[in-house]
């Protein structure tokens, strides 16, 4: 049985920081298409950083410079680590995994095929 299992959300003020973990069981993360997503109040689930297959990154515009994406596959852990939180970063907060095959990479809007139950990041200003 796949788990992915986020941890590390909480509430900060503007400015502060926050690293949130998502440890996989059942499914290796290594070589596999890894995300993180938010789901703010009121609006639709946007991505938020992402890995393909091969390691490439991406970050939605609004958090680059602030969120590094990052993996230790010893842990079989994904990582997010937020910097300089502003209050539009609020949100719930999951980590998904796909084995991408074919492209090697998916699009924003793709819908993983592994989701973890998410973890809240509260921003105050």
């Known amino acids: 049985q796949v788990q992915l299992v986020e941890s590390g959300g909480g509430s900060v003020q503007t400015g502060g920081t926050l690293r949130l973990s998502c440890t996989a069981s059942?499914?290796?993360?290594?070589?596999?298409?890894l995300g993180w997503f938010r789901h703010g109040p009121g609006k639709e689930r946007k991505g938020v950083a992402t890995?393909?297959?091969?390691?490439?990154?991406m970050y939605a515009d609004s958090v680059k410079g602030r969120f590094t994406i990052s993996t230790d596959n010893a842990k079989n852990t994904l990582y997010l680590q937020m910097n300089s939180l502003k209050p539009e970063d609020t949100g719930m907060y999951y980590c998904?995994?796909?084995?991408?095959?074919?492209?090697?990479?998916?699009?924003?809007?793709?819908?993983?095929?592994?989701w973890g139950q998410g973890t809240q990041v509260t921003v105050s200003s």
């Open positions: 059942g499914y290796t993360l290594s070589r596999q298409c």
């Open positions: 998904a995994a796909d084995p991408c095959a074919g492209m090697g990479w998916l699009p924003w809007e793709a819908d993983y095929k592994y």
């Open positions: 890995y393909d297959r091969d390691g490439g990154l």
